[in-house]
């Protein structure tokens, strides 16, 4: 059908229409990329966090090992085994919420390194270490197993440092991503809004124009058309 063809009240409807339409899809557009901002927002958040998180529980290393000379200087045993329990507890927390986040082969293979120095660190504790200091050794008869666990601690700290390194990497590059999306976001509204406009505006002018045109016709004529 031709806009001619067309009653005048059905032209001015279709003006309302296509407005309406518009608007509809310049809000979808709107809406779908603030969720992508959100999104992306979130996401650098919680990588923040995370990075934040594990910084934090990185001095979990020198924590125990604080708990384990203490054994051997104080040698109150039953006082630093509930320490040594507590600080177990803390550390399996810590690898457990590392666990969560680990979502690629950099930041599993810093857990798996922290993981094993752990578990080397309670075998050292749990065996020669607190066998000898029960005994009453000296600190030169300590020595090896002292350093050995003091490798061990070096090597959970290690382990938590390369995990923050890429925490904090990938919180960088998702704040890259959403300063870009944001960006694009700006100019894909602005174009939008600039062609709904010029759409609008063009058929405003079309639809007026044929109306203004059929005016002209005789009045009965006309009358018979706005109806």
């Given at each position: 059908?031709?806009?001619?063809?067309?009653?005048?009240?059905?032209?001015?409807?279709?003006?309302?229409?296509?407005?309406?339409?518009?608007?509809?899809?310049?809000?979808?557009?709107?809406?779908l990329a603030m969720s992508k901002l959100a999104d992306l927002q979130d996401r650098g958040v919680t990588m923040a966090h995370a990075a934040a998180q594990v910084k934090h529980d990185s001095n979990l290393g020198a924590q125990a090992y604080r708990v384990i000379a203490d054994s051997f200087i104080n040698r109150k045993f039953d006082e630093s085994q509930k320490k040594w329990v507590e600080i177990g507890r803390e550390i399996d927390a810590s690898l457990a919420f590392v666990g969560s986040i680990a979502d690629s082969s950099d930041k599993t293979a810093a857990l798996q390194q922290a993981q094993a120095a752990t578990l080397e660190i309670r075998r050292l504790y749990d065996?020669?270490?607190?066998?000898?200091?029960?005994?009453?050794?000296?600190p030169a008869e300590m020595g090896e197993v002292d350093d050995a666990v003091d490798q061990q601690i070096d090597k959970f700290q290690a382990g938590?440092?390369?995990?923050?390194?890429?925490?904090?990497?990938?919180?960088?590059?998702?704040?890259?991503?959403?300063?870009?999306?944001?960006?694009?976001?700006?100019?894909?509204?602005?174009?939008?809004?600039?062609?709904?406009?010029?759409?609008?505006?063009?058929?405003?002018?079309?639809?007026?124009?044929?109306?203004?045109?059929?005016?002209?016709?005789?009045?009965?004529?006309?009358?018979?058309?706005?109806?």
């Open positions: 059908m031709k806009l001619s063809d067309m009653k005048i009240v059905s032209r001015l409807r279709l003006i309302v229409g296509v407005s309406v339409l518009t608007m509809l899809l310049l809000a979808v557009i709107n809406w065996g020669p270490y607190l066998a000898l200091s029960k005994k009453g050794a000296s938590f440092d390369k995990l923050e390194t890429v925490l904090e990497s990938d919180a960088k590059v998702l704040d890259e991503e959403f300063d870009s999306a944001a960006k694009s976001a700006r100019l894909l509204m602005i174009i939008s809004i600039l062609a709904g406009g010029l759409v609008l505006v063009l058929l405003t002018q079309v639809v007026s124009t044929s109306i203004t045109g059929q005016l002209g016709m005789e009045l009965r004529d006309a009358t018979a058309l706005a109806h």
